[in-house]
């Protein structure tokens, strides 16, 4: 297959449990060798329909289709060619990185040399080399995700699903997971990833927002952003509050304000002035930006139904 080739498809996914719709007619297409992230606020659906992409749950409604492979019918060859990780790495606490390694090595069907050679080539991809004896359960959070990243990736998957994958870790090794991700994509490894840290938002190929189970924005950062019919300004007065209360009194429509440091920042509709203000200066939209107005979207479906 070459690249562009879609890799990952839903149709009309839904999956109920009970009376609650957690994935909602889901339907997306994913290239070979993107990076896809999913964003939205907790129980928005991006853990459910992941299950439903690894074929570990089967969907009440519609189908999911990876490498051609129906994920309902089909979960076992899906689990071949998929590497998985979740915000809990899976990782053997009692077993040394090199004992972790082997061992999902052996569950992907790595033998003899190449299980060796394959062994090396992640530690020194994943820098473990010092870490070869260590029992797991000893590594800090960051090493920890890059020796789960390493058991994920052993038998070369075509696919990656990584499930908040740093969510636990500090930034500095946040920073070098996301180094990562983009040389496996170049490699045309697809990755579909779910955050809630729009700064690694902003380092997907394409965004998907899920609302209650529902795409409700699904495009490249600058495409959402483009597409977006609010802009930003940045007040900077005494004190916040003081910002605030200009703001208010000004009777703009405005959609959202937050704090960030001494400033205040304030979404607005494009086709209002914020010309009566005594002091702001207009500033980029941010992922942030992005993510508080969709999350203030109504998805336009009740949930229970
Ligand atoms: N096994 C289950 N039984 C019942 N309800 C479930 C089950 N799994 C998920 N849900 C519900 O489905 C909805 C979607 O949950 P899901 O875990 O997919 O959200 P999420 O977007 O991954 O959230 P988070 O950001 O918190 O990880 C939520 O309302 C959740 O409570
Ligand atoms: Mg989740």
């Known amino acids: 297959m070459n690249k562009n080739d879609i890799v990952i498809e839903t149709k009309n996914l839904t999956c109920r449990f009970g009376n609650i719709i957690a994935v909602d007619n889901l339907s997306l297409q994913i290239p070979r060798g993107f990076i896809y992230g999913f964003i939205g606020s907790n ?10 992409l690894c074929g570990l749950l089967r969907p ?16 076992e060859n899906v689990k071949k060619h998929i590497g998985y990780m979740s915000q809990k790495f899976s990782l053997y606490h009692d077993l040394t990185s090199m004992e972790n390694l082997s061992f999902y090595a052996g569950l992907y069907g790595l033998t003899g040399a190449a299980k060796i050679r394959r062994i090396e080539e992640i530690i020194e991809l994943m820098q473990l080399s010092e870490k070869r ?24 998957p075509e696919i990656l699903i990584l499930d908040e994958p740093t969510s636990a870790v500090d930034p500095t090794s946040r920073r070098m997971f996301w180094n990562m991700l ?39 950062p600058k495409k959402l952003k483009d597409e977006l019919p609010i802009k930003t300004i940045i007040m900077e007065y005494e004190t916040p509050l003081a910002a605030l209360q200009d703001l ?23 086709s209002e002035s914020p010309g009566i203000l005594k002091n702001y200066m207009p500033a980029d939209l941010t992922m942030e930006d992005i993510f508080v107005y969709y999350d203030k979207q109504q998805s336009g479906k009740d949930k229970s139904k």
Not at 43 to 52: A, F, N, V
Not at 191 to 211: Q, S
């Open 248 to 270: 208010n009194t000004s009777g703009i429509n405005y959609l959202d304000a937050y704090v960030f440091g001494q400033k205040l920042h304030v979404l607005l509709p494009k």
């Open 60 to 75: 009440t409604e519609g189908q999911a289709v990876v490498l051609g492979y129906n994920t309902a019918l089909e979960p």
């Open 182 to 220: 983009p040389k496996l994509a170049q490699e045309n490894t697809t990755i579909l990833v779910t955050t809630h840290f729009m700064d690694e938002a902003e380092h997907c190929d394409i965004i998907g927002f899920l609302k209650n189970g529902c795409m409700i924005a699904e495009g490249s």
């Open 43 to 52: 129980g928005s659906g991006k853990s459910t329909t992941i299950r439903m």
């Open 133 to 156: 004896t260590s029992l797991a359960g000893d590594l800090s959070g960051g090493t920890k995700q890059r020796l789960a990243l390493g058991c994920a990736i052993l038998h070369n």
